[in-house]
């Protein structure tokens, strides 16, 4: 007689990103796979799952769950309970469930996927040339979500009646669109307009082929994407390109392009493994590959740069129109200067209105502003510049439970973070917080990533500085009745420690903290800075020599500013020196009045401005268009293969190390007498830096015991930095940590003072 075998039912939930990812209809195949009964739903905060069958069948079906999961989804916990069998009769899948207080991951957007590729360019596909085509493997997800549980009434789709067909294709549990929320054809989903810059629409048999003849014929095009307008126009065109640089006022700033395929990036650029599979990548980023020579893109695209930022298509738009077009095309973001990216079709026209000739738009709304990701690759590993589209919100994962708290970031690049549990939602990048645009779409994204993740924050964390219009917004709901705790963040602390909860470390470390400007406990300006910190508290065990920044914000759009600061601070003034010849002698009698009377000009510990000076005073760059201009060209001009580097001092004063300057402009003053070439002096100069930062850390380490050093802040954006400071301190022995998918810039602050302030707020709690 045959054993009869034991039925068992299995209560799971899966967390993670397992919504808009294809879970359920997975789950459902690997439940008939193994001839299984039961149900699967969304609820809120998680996928919930009843499965009843035979053991071992029980078992199979958990292994696979993980190990066979979606490409997109990103499991992070499963957990099961036993429950008494109740006889299913099958496996279905049931309706959303909406619960109060919980909380789901949400996707970011995705770039398109093979299969959905190859329908659009197939002429006997219903999908053909479709500019919205998406399954559950690709397509929008966070710039169209409205609430969670992700479901289409939720989302900006939800105007959009799918037709019969489409609609078969949602409820099938077999099909790769089933529940896939923008799923749409050309017969029932959003369709492309083309207007002039006043929206008259513009005749048209067909849009995308119009669109691409007006690129190709020099205009230049905005096309609304997946979270925002991107400024188009033909990337190999210097009249084009100058064009839309006069239109938006950036002389001078690098302008992303985006090009038809891997193989035609690597006619513009050289393109590494990693390289190649971070532009292939479902995040689809911008990626800064080494310019080839020869290269048909105008060097007007990024003017004195020896990189080129490169993105493939990540929309079947984008598809399209590459195409069509034949041609490398810039794409960069439509905007003014640091306004946020526009994203509604009526904001469009009225902020691009006098940048675009033309506007490709379409009706299918954006939620939420989203840019694209910048990123480039050091030392064989990703290092994200700027986090968006494909990263946010997707969160930094904390190794311990954190309380609900608002971390508002610095003023450039910023970023919020918002906290809850395990998980710390670092933003998407919102821009320089320096208008009133960028502040509104800063505070409206607050609100929707607390909305979306359930966050009530009892705590508010903040930079220090006091004009920072993120620190006045933080003053202003300080004013407002409530019972939230408001916890200051010295600005390199947070840099430190964002550095390290990426690299999940919590003991404390050695912190080089090195930027362009942050408010110090002292009241004077930071950026040099050598730190020993962990999560609760630092130490400045030294810095920088303090220079005078004479006219404040005026010595950092004028380099040559700084420079004649270093010369008269040190008594190195030489009237001689080629660079004064292109200041006026007024200009250089103010500056010496603010200087030694020491009138609006704080002192200033930057090497962020120790680069600006340098770069000046070589005749390099007097004045910027854009930040760290300067110091970039400076990096770029660097020669290799050169050992040398110049002398410098390490003095200490009251209890701290201090890096004089003093031998080290003599050194460069003196190269440049004797007709040094440029290349020569910056390559120097970048090993001066890379040893000062060796041998503070080798100091701090003596006294302290300490062999772990954490590398942060925007001058680490510097790749010929980065990479020598890396490499030496290895080789001296210590373990180096530094960041990747948090930018080390000021876009990673907001995580660190998060985290900052939960340490802090714990603290107070014990004693």
Not at 100 to 123: H, W
Not at 498 to 510: L, Q
Not at 616 to 624: D, K, P, Q, W
Request: net charge neutral; with cysteine; charged share 25%.
């Amino acid at each position: 007689m045959a054993k009869t075998k034991t039925v068992e039912l299995l209560g799971i939930s899966v967390r993670g990103v397992v919504q808009g990812v294809g879970f359920r209809p997975f789950v459902y195949q690997l439940a008939a796979k193994h001839g299984l009964k039961g149900w699967v739903c969304n609820t809120s905060g998680d996928v919930k799952i009843e499965v009843e069958g035979e053991g071992q069948a029980l078992e199979r079906f958990l292994a696979e769950l993980e190990s066979q999961a979606p490409p997109l989804a990103r499991i992070e916990s499963i957990a099961t309970t036993r429950l008494p069998p109740v006889g299913y009769a099958d496996f279905h899948i049931r309706e959303s469930i909406a619960e109060a207080d919980k909380y789901q991951l949400v996707s970011p957007d995705i770039a398109t996927c093979q299969p959905c590729q190859k329908e659009v360019f197939d002429p006997q596909n219903r999908r053909y040339r479709y500019p919205f085509t998406n399954c559950t493997n690709c397509g929008p997800r966070f710039t169209i979500i409205e609430d969670i549980p992700y479901d289409r009434p939720l989302t900006t789709m939800r105007r959009f009646r799918m037709c019969p067909h489409c609609q078969r294709e949602y409820d099938d549990p077999l099909d790769r669109r089933f529940h896939a929320q923008p799923n749409a054809c050309p017969r029932c989903g959003p369709r492309l307009e083309l207007t002039d810059n006043r929206g008259n629409p513009i005749p048209a048999e067909d849009v995308l082929t119009t669109a691409s003849q007006l690129l190709q014929g020099g205009k230049i095009v905005a096309v609304k994407g997946l979270g925002g307008f991107l400024l188009a126009c033909d990337a190999t065109s210097q009249e084009a390109v100058r064009l839309l640089r006069q239109r938006k006022r950036r002389p001078f700033k690098p302008l992303a392009i985006m090009v038809a395929s891997l193989e035609e990036a690597r006619k513009h650029c050289q393109v590494s493994a990693e390289e190649e599979r971070l532009l292939l990548s479902p995040e689809s980023p911008i990626v800064l590959l080494p310019w080839k020579a020869g290269s048909p893109v105008t060097p007007e695209v990024a003017p004195n740069l020896r990189y080129l930022g490169v993105m493939l298509p990540y929309t079947p738009l984008h598809h399209l129109l590459l195409r069509e077009t034949g041609l490398p095309l810039v794409m960069t973001s439509g905007n003014l200067s640091e306004e946020p990216i526009a994203k509604d079709n009526d904001e469009a026209l009225r902020r691009l209105g006098n940048l675009a000739d033309y506007f490709l738009m379409h009706d299918r709304d954006i939620y939420a502003r989203y840019d694209d990701s910048v990123t480039m690759v050091e030392l064989g590993r990703t290092r994200v510049l700027r986090r968006a589209r494909g990263y946010a919100p997707y969160p930094i994962h904390l190794p311990f439970p954190v309380r609900q708290i608002l971390a508002c970031g610095a003023e450039l690049k910023n970023t919020f973070c918002l906290t809850r549990e395990g998980h710390a939602f670092l933003s998407q990048h919102i821009g320089d917080l320096e208008n009133l645009e960028t502040l509104e779409h800063f505070e409206t994204t607050i609100e929707l990533y607390k909305k979306l993740f359930r966050i009530q924050p009892e705590a508010v964390a903040y930079d220090m500085h006091p004009e920072y219009l993120s620190t006045k917004y933080t003053k202003e709901l300080q004013a407002q009745p409530n019972n939230l705790a408001f916890v200051p963040v010295q600005h390199h602390h947070a840099h430190i420690v964002s550095c390290m909860v990426e690299n999940g470390v919590s003991e404390p470390v050695i912190g080089v903290s090195l930027d362009g400007v942050g408010y110090g406990t002292d009241g004077l300006i930071w950026g040099g800075e050598f730190l020993v910190a962990d999560y609760g508290r630092f130490q400045r065990w030294g810095h920088l020599e303090n220079m005078p920044l004479p006219g404040g914000a005026a010595a950092i759009k004028r380099p040559y500013r700084m420079a004649l600061s270093y010369l008269l601070e040190l008594g190195l003034f030489d009237p001689g020196l080629a660079f004064l010849k292109e200041i006026s002698a007024e200009e250089i009698r103010i500056v010496r009045g603010q200087v030694e009377k020491k009138f609006n000009s704080p002192l200033t510990s930057s090497l962020g401005r120790l680069f600006d000076g340098v770069s000046a005073l070589i005749g390099l760059r007097g004045e910027i268009d854009y930040e760290a201009q300067a110091a970039i060209e400076l990096e770029m001009l660097s020669a290799p293969g050169v050992a040398e580097e110049y002398p410098f001092s390490i003095a200490e004063e009251e209890g701290k190390y201090v890096i004089k300057l003093g031998e080290l402009f003599v050194a460069i003053i003196s190269d440049m007498k004797r007709g040094t070439p440029n290349p020569i002096i910056a390559a120097r100069f970048h090993n001066t830096v890379t040893r000062m930062v060796l041998r503070m850390c080798q100091l701090i380490s003596e006294k302290t015991g300490l062999k772990v050093v954490a590398l942060s802040g925007g001058v680490f954006q510097n790749r010929l930095l980065f990479r020598l400071t890396h490499v030496a301190l290895e080789g001296a022995g210590f373990q180096v940590l530094s960041h990747n998918l948090v930018p080390t810039n000021d876009g990673g602050i907001s995580l660190g003072q998060a985290v900052i302030a939960n340490a802090i707020l714990d603290n107070k709690k014990r004693n």
